[in-house]
């Protein structure tokens, strides 16, 4: 059964904290995603890697980092954590190939930023 | 940036009735994915169509992509309680990348 795992299921940080969410899949899968989900506008992409040290901005990088050292681990920092990045924080992985590959999800990060 | 709108944004209605959900761009992409999301999980893969016009058939779940490949829409026929979740599409784009555009999400819930 294929698997895309997230370190928390719930996080509550502080303001100015730095954050680390990890996520680990078993797939060997080249692409990974991390997204964020906020009701009404869905998801919105903030880092995707193709490969090893490899990054791509997405959409709303700012503020956030990005890490991917070995090709099963991704991990995504919020360098000094701000109220308005409370939300839900979801990992995907996909095979490389075609755009329209399956991405398989982890069940999701609830972070609070207090 | 594309854009993906869906609508409803949500949807409440009682179990055995039908329904039909929108996602509507005006970009065009090669292929719309349909996904659904549980509360406490990540979202699931439905359905990929990739032609334009193309109809594709899950039991009472009929999506369509648009012949201008530009919107899409999932019908459930007889809705049941199992079918109640978050309801997202998701635009493959024409050339290059390997990265989505997921749209807004329609929320469904079936009253038994």
């Known amino acids: 059964d294929v698997k895309v795992t997230q370190s928390s299921r719930y996080l509550v940080k502080r303001t100015g904290e730095k954050v680390f969410l990890e996520c680990v899949q078993d797939?060997?899968?080249?692409?990974m995603f991390w997204y964020r989900q906020d009701p009404g506008l869905g998801l919105r992409l903030i880092y995707f890697?193709?490969?090893?040290?490899?990054?791509e901005k997405g959409d709303i990088p700012e503020g956030y980092s990005v890490s991917r050292e070995k090709k099963e681990r991704f991990s995504l920092i919020l360098e000094s954590a701000s109220t308005n990045q409370t939300s839900m924080y979801l990992c995907a992985s996909s095979p490389m190939g075609l755009a329209y590959n399956e991405q398989f999800f982890g069940p999701g990060t609830r972070l609070t930023v207090l | 940036t594309q854009l993906l709108e869906q609508s409803p944004q949500f949807l409440s209605i009682q179990e055995g009735e039908n329904l039909t959900v929108y996602c509507n761009s005006s970009s065009v992409f090669s292929s719309l994915q349909w996904y659904r999301q549980e509360p406490g999980e990540g979202p699931v893969l439905l359905v990929t169509v990739v032609t334009g016009g193309e109809v594709k058939k899950l039991k009472r779940l009929t999506f369509q992509f648009g012949d201008a490949r530009k919107d899409s829409s999932l019908h459930i026929t007889a809705a049941q309680p199992g079918d109640t979740g978050l309801y997202l599409c998701?635009?493959?784009?024409?050339?290059?990348?390997?990265?989505?555009?997921f749209g807004t999400g329609t929320r469904l819930t079936i009253i038994p």
């Open positions: 998701a635009g493959a784009p024409l050339f290059g990348n390997e990265k989505l555009t």
């Open positions: 890697s193709y490969d090893v040290k490899m990054k």
């Open positions: 797939m060997d899968h080249e692409n």
